[in-house]
């Protein structure tokens, strides 16, 4: 899709431990168009943190990115050095991290983290930074006066909120928030929500990292689900939802009581695979109760169903 904002193709990120190659991503295309809300649903360690850590280009050691590619705003992010990349992270590409509290420094109050970010990417005076770090505050229903505080004289919600102000300060066309509400209750969790929907509704495109295919379902347009690694299915929320084709996907929506109020997945019977040995065929076969024999041994390609929808599943194929 070419006015797609972000295109990830073929994108393989191994991590290379003393005892085997852990194949975190593997294979995974996607792609994200301007203001939409993209949501990646998985297990834990399905892969969704190094996916997202792999489009910012942040993959911690012994992590590494060994194939496919990263266009963002028309530009290969691979073909691009250090100093490139630290000019799109945050100016273009905002990341709210899985445990907030170390996004944040303890030891400097919010308003001087917030002033630096400003000051520092869009080069304004001090005194005009901590007027925009006031206001961004005020964004996220928090009063101004809050910038004297230190991180652990806020509630999680609000220091949420922060890290949010933060990563949303210099206006990113693409905002990344992974699992960005798991420690929090739900109250705040509908807050933090409303946010995001602020920050998409002035134009930004998100991607909402989570286990939760409720909560996705509730706020994404689109939804892609990963397992092991892979992306298995992907499409519209409406279709992922109402008909989901991979047995996968399906035992997530189906373990969902009430779909539109649940806030937790009750497990698929089984684990996912070690990601240092993985099946040569398809990764979920062992979970799965309608496998054939061809799901042993032969990887199902990632096939277009229709418009935008997307499955890797022999079932579809051989249907
Ligand atoms: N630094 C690392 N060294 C070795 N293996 C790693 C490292 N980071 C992640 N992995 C492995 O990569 C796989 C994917 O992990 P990742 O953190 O991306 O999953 P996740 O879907 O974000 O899970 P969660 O929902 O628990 O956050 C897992 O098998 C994990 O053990
Ligand atoms: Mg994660």
Redesign the pocket.
Known sequence: MSNALLEVVNLKVY?Y?LSGV?R?VDDVSLSVLPGEWIGIV??????????AYAIAKIV?P??RIVGGKVKFMNRDLMELNEEAMRGIRGRHIGFVF?DPLTSLDPLRTVGDQLAEVIQVHLGVGREEAIREAGELLELVNIPRDRLNYYPHQLSGGQRQRIVIAISIALRPELLIA??PTTALDVIVQDQIMDLLKEVQMKGASIML?T?DVALAAEMANRIAI?YA?EIVEYGDTRSIINAPLHPYTAGLVNSVPDLWSAKTIKSIPGFPPD?RNPSPGCRFHPRCRQALSICINERPPMTIVEHDRCIACWLYLKR
């Not at 998985?42 to 996916?51: P, R």
């Open positions: 991590f431990t852990v975190a998985g297990e834990s360690g399905s892969g969704k943190s190094t996916l911690p012994p992590g899985q992974d699992e990292i286990h990963m690694g990601l």
